[in-house]
């Protein structure tokens, strides 16, 4: 009998985690019980009753394991840890707050049977705000035109992955990992599943503008070289037309030394103009710099506080 586990990440999701697993045994006792199921929650530090819940289920079903992070290391790396230390023949990563349906699961694991390495949970449809959908999609749709690697549109890390692909991960020397990206550049034999996102079903997303800036920007930064290609070719452009005006307000100056007066406010637009320039892409290298810097520091992706009901082999 195959495994497959079902990673959950979690953070202050006290409201749905009694959900989600109900939801998640539910589907597997219906559509895949010729499967072995385990359940792992991975709680990126919740300051609710989560974890508390987690433990009671981790108590009365064997099949229920955990890992507790000590601090909240971030949605990215949480994943990533906990998508390299599950085990089973399979993987498949589902979000407490059901969005994403549970009950999808069984077309993942359909198109695993048939081949398929990584099996991707696309977004065609999406109950969420609308205005946040968009701005979901203009995204997607950004990051696939300026990055080396075919990223998928509307993928959101809902999805099956292989024991083959897990053990992908579990090579990367990465502390600051962009799963979107690891699949769209090391995910062979891959396939897509079209499903409608869900509304929330409990409690109030972590997720806010400074948390999505900042996934964007490891998005942009970990696979993207067009900015920086930007700000060399916009700086080259800058650096001419200004020598080029330079030396016409030369000229006419000296041809017209009497009447030619250039003034204040076209000093004052060009070196406005060119100091903004300036801030944004210097904020741009920042960003890039910054990502660097934390790679190169060569902390762990997270630190585990707790496991609870990991079998001898899984540790």
Not at 10 to 37: Q, W
Not at 206 to 228: E, R, W
Not at 248 to 259: D, G, S
Request: glycine residues 6%.
């Amino acid at each position: 009998m195959k495994t497959i586990t079902v990673l959950v990440p979690t953070y202050n999701e006290e409201k749905n985690i009694p959900l989600i697993y109900e939801r998640l045994r539910k589907v597997f006792a219906e559509s895949l019980g010729n499967y072995e199921c385990r359940i792992l929650f991975v709680d990126n530090s919740s300051t609710d009753s989560s974890q508390d819940l987690i433990r009671d289920l981790c108590r009365n079903d064997e099949s229920v394991c955990a890992i507790f992070n000590v601090k909240n290391f971030g949605f990215a790396r949480s994943q990533f840890n906990g998508l390299r230390e599950a085990e089973g023949d399979a993987v498949v990563m589902v979000y407490a707050d059901m969005q994403d349906p549970p009950e999808v699961i069984p077309r993942l694991v359909a198109e695993w049977e048939k081949g398929a390495k990584v099996v991707c949970g696309v977004k065609r449809k999406s109950r969420e705000n609308p205005l946040m959908f968009l701005i979901r999609r203009a995204y997607y749709r950004l990051i696939k035109r300026i990055t080396e690697v075919d990223h998928i549109d509307q993928f959101n890390g809902f999805g099956l992955y292989d024991r083959s692909f897990i053990e992908i991960l579990r090579k990367l020397d990465d502390n600051l990992p962009y799963l979107r990206g690891i699949v769209a550049e090391f995910g062979a034999d891959r396939k897509e599943v079209p499903y409608e996102q869900d509304i929330r079903r409990g409690g109030k997303s972590s997720f806010h503008f400074l948390s999505l800036y900042d996934f964007a920007m490891l998005g942009i930064t970990s696979y993207s070289k067009v900015i920086m290609h930007l700000c060399t070719i916009i700086g080259a452009f800058a650096s001419f037309a200004s020598i080029a005006v330079a030396v016409w307000t030369l000229i006419v100056k000296l041809v017209h030394w009497e009447t030619f007066a250039i003034g204040a406010a076209a000093t004052q637009v060009g070196v406005f103009f060119l100091g903004s320039m300036q801030l944004f892409f210097i904020g741009f290298v920042g960003e890039y710099i910054a990502n660097i810097n934390i790679r190169t520091m060569r902390h762990p992706v997270v630190i585990e506080k707790e496991r609870i009901n990991f079998r001898e082999k899984d540790r």
